[in-house]
């Protein structure tokens, strides 16, 4: 092996080292910047079922069980007594007009037990 075949090797092992190390510190620098923190969820309040179903329709909030999940829009549409189902996320988002919204289940047992929420 001569001394020139020698000196070629030894500096491809060493851009070899330079290469693997850069990219193994770039995958690190990356991971740094990108890698956020969950958002900590940000209570608004609890739904507004009476105002919700009151928005369009002049119908009114009504609670046909005694639990979270029993509140339904009531009331007479076109003069025909009807009777709607209600999305509480819908509620939530319409009520602070702000899509990101979700309804969260506090306590199921309780009328009033959900709450609004909002991530960050």
Do not use: K
Not at 14 to 22: D, P, R, T
Not at 51 to 59: F, G, I, W
């Amino acid at each position: 092996m001569t001394r020139s075949t020698r000196r070629r090797q030894v500096v491809r092992g060493l851009v070899g080292l330079a290469v693997g190390f850069g990219g193994a510190l770039g995958t690190i620098l990356a991971m740094e910047l990108f890698d956020e923190a969950p958002a900590t969820p940000l209570q608004l309040g609890t739904p507004d079922f009476a105002a919700y179903c009151a928005r369009d329709t002049q119908m009114t909030a009504m609670l046909l069980a005694s639990d979270a999940n029993g509140w339904r829009c009531a009331g007479a549409v076109a003069g025909v007594p009807r009777v709607l189902d209600v999305d509480t996320n819908d509620v939530c988002r319409w009520q602070f007009s702000d899509d990101r919204v979700i309804a969260v289940l506090v306590d199921p047992s309780d009328t009033v037990g959900w709450a609004c929420v909002r991530n960050g």
